[in-house]
């Protein structure tokens, strides 16, 4: 079977990330002794530097890691929490009836950094300079920015002219756009983490002591400082079309604290998948399987209609269930989210499934015999009679924005994050999905050199939903890493980008790999697929139904079968879907450690290294 690149196999470690720099940085911390621990962080880092239309050091990190010693998993929650002054009540007394997409008003406590630190404090080896060193070298003497920063300033360059001038200084260097290939330097962002490195090693004592150092550098320090200045004092626009300031404060940065969990996991056949917590959307990855357990998946071979179909159908269920009970906030009921995933349940859920029809309506299921609640899907519509949408939506954005009237038909708006696994040479995994902050989130503060992310547009305003926007209640995000174990003993880590799709694009390969025996690399570049069934989880939240967007290298025939299924089929260009990327580890016959890994080919910049 052809592949667009080999499968990785070694011994001594290996790494697979959505850009090339952040897999080297990882394979070369490993090379200089470091663990899968200290290369990940080392790796997060640098992706926020050199894919910052994705992500950047203002957002979030949710992490999975295998730790070999303790033999066991953890998860690290590293998405920060709304502000005490965020509320509905707030909201809705400037006139809004949904968190803006961009701007300052969806700004939550920035976790990426806290949650790459305690990761390296509790697991690594290597010092604070040391994993910094990479990312502050690319930052201060230059990296080649990718096609797809360019198109991502392009899009929003009117914005950053007009309005966003702190933004225009970093990414429009003499009022004009950067060229792709060419080296970019980003002195404000070097010299914040140069100045963090500086204060903690005078601050701290130790490895762990430095560490701590700067992780109250970042929350009750200068960092802190300049944000909450920056928010109470800067009024920008949104996507209101009006200018707010940000609720963002010194207070809610200190009160902060990253939490590390047990995830939650579902067997499947000899594998048990690890997920984080139903504060993300991991356990959408959980219903899916165990529905899809009593699915006959092997008697459906990957790429036919049959495959796709009951896939898709998973989807949907697991999707609606998101929607109506997924989240931290007081609606929450642990016992409810717990049953979501009990086999009795899900096998109920499967019954719904029709083998040869497509469902067409949104199914929220009743777990204890609990009615869900639902909110308002009508306030997209109201939200855009009177939205600016220029600028873009929630999400990244990379063209030119068509009329609203044509949302509905032209699926350009791109969704996208960043990922890296890695396993060491000891078989330590980690698999990490960094996002949030992104050069169009939020104008870049200028002390700082980097914008906020605004991942509060995942809460509702309605009350009482377990997703309802709530103060000082972390929403609930897209970002979901995933694991693996077969046989009780670990083997995989993997993930992807792509907003509402991560854990549809997952799920496929999971069991392209699990069911059908395809190596990692082969269940990658296969031909992929997500369905659009519920509200988007960014701004503006448009609901839309039964829609199957599919590669077009699936076979015509099958593309026929599932429209005459019911499904309303759209067929993407050949390489379109997904953004995998996977590292496993097995035993040979002999004892031995064995590492592969597989990146995406999509897009040009993923890349899997090893040896």
């Not at 066991?72 to 006139?95: I, K, T, W």
């Not at 997209?380 to 220029?390: E, F, N, V």
């Not at 609901?543 to 089929?569: C, I, K, W, Y």
């Amino acid at each position: 079977m052809f592949t667009t690149r080999p499968e990785i196999a070694g011994t001594f470690g290996v790494a697979s990330s959505t850009h090339w720099l952040a897999s080297q940085t990882a394979m070369g911390v490993l090379e200089r002794g470091g663990n899968a621990f200290d290369a990940a962080v080392a790796a997060g880092f640098v992706l926020q530097v050199v894919e910052p239309h994705l992500n950047g050091p203002g957002g979030e990190v949710p992490i999975l890691l295998w730790s070999e010693r303790e033999r066991r998993m953890h998860a690290v929650r590293g998405q920060g929490c709304a502000p005490a002054e965020a509320s509905a009540a707030a909201f809705r007394a400037l006139g809004f009836e949904q968190v803006p997409g961009i701007g300052l008003l969806a700004a939550t406590v920035p976790g990426a950094f806290p949650a790459w630190l305690t990761m390296l404090r509790e697991h690594g080896t290597w010092s604070l300079a040391g994993v910094l060193a990479p990312a502050i070298g690319y930052a201060r003497d230059g990296f080649p920015l990718v096609p797809r920063v360019a198109e991502a300033i392009l899009a929003v360059r009117g914005l950053f002219l007009e309005h966003w001038h702190s933004s225009a200084e970093v990414w429009l260097p003499g009022g004009k756009l950067p060229q792709p290939g060419s080296l970019f330097r980003l002195p404000a962002l070097a010299a914040t983490y140069s100045r963090i490195v500086e204060i903690a090693e005078r601050e701290g004592s130790g490895r762990t002591g430095v560490i701590d150092a700067a992780i109250r550098t970042w929350q009750q320090g200068f960092v802190a400082r300049e944000i909450d200045s920056y928010c109470r004092g800067t009024a920008v626009r949104d996507s209101s079309g009006e200018a707010h300031a940000g609720l963002l404060r010194y207070e809610d940065m200190a009160a902060w604290r990253v939490a590390t969990e047990a995830p939650l996991t579902a067997q499947f056949g000899r594998y048990t998948v690890a997920k984080c917590g139903f504060w993300s959307q991991g356990p959408a990855f959980l219903q899916q399987i165990g529905m899809l357990r009593h699915a006959g998946l092997e008697q459906h071979a990957p790429g036919t209609a049959g495959f796709v179909h009951r896939i898709t159908e998973a989807a949907k269920l697991a999707l609606a269930d998101r929607l109506a009970w997924y989240g931290a906030a007081s609606g929450a009921r642990a016992d409810a989210q717990q049953a979501l995933l009990s086999d009795a349940y899900l096998r109920e859920r499967w019954a719904m499934v029709d083998p040869g029809r497509a469902s067409e309506v949104l199914r929220p299921g009743e777990p204890l015999g609990l009615a869900p609640r639902l909110p308002d899907l009508d306030v997209s519509a109201r939200t855009l009679r009177t939205a600016d949408t220029r600028f873009g939506v929630g999400e990244p954005t990379f063209a030119a924005l068509p009329p609203v009237a044509e949302w509905a038909e032209r699926e350009i708006f791109v969704g996208d994050t960043c990922h890296i696994d890695v396993i060491d040479r000891h078989g330590n995994m980690v698999a990490a999905t960094p996002s949030g902050g992104w050069l169009s989130s939020s104008p870049a503060i200028p002390a700082l050199g980097f914008a906020l992310n605004t991942r509060l547009q995942m809460s509702w305003l309605d009350e009482g939903l377990p997703s309802s926007l709530e103060p000082r209640v972390a929403p609930c995000t897209t970002l979901s890493p995933s694991m693996a174990l077969r046989d009780g003993e670990p083997c995989m880590a993997f993930g992807t980008p792509g907003g509402d799709q991560q854990d549809q694009w997952s799920v496929g390969f999971f069991l392209r790999h699990a069911v059908h025996g395809l190596n990692l690399q082969q269940a990658i570049d296969a031909p992929a697929w997500h369905v659009k069934h519920a509200p988007g989880s960014f701004w503006p939240r448009q609901t839309t139904l039964n829609t199957l967007t599919l590669e077009s290298r699936f076979d015509p025939e099958t593309l026929e079968q599932l429209r005459a299924m019911g499904h309303q089929v759209q067929v993407g260009d050949a390489w379109s879907e997904s953004r995998m990327s996977a590292c496993s580890r097995e035993h040979d016959a002999q004892g031995r450690l064995v590492l592969r890994a597989g990146a995406n080919p999509r897009g040009m910049q993923g890349y899997a290294v090893g040896r």
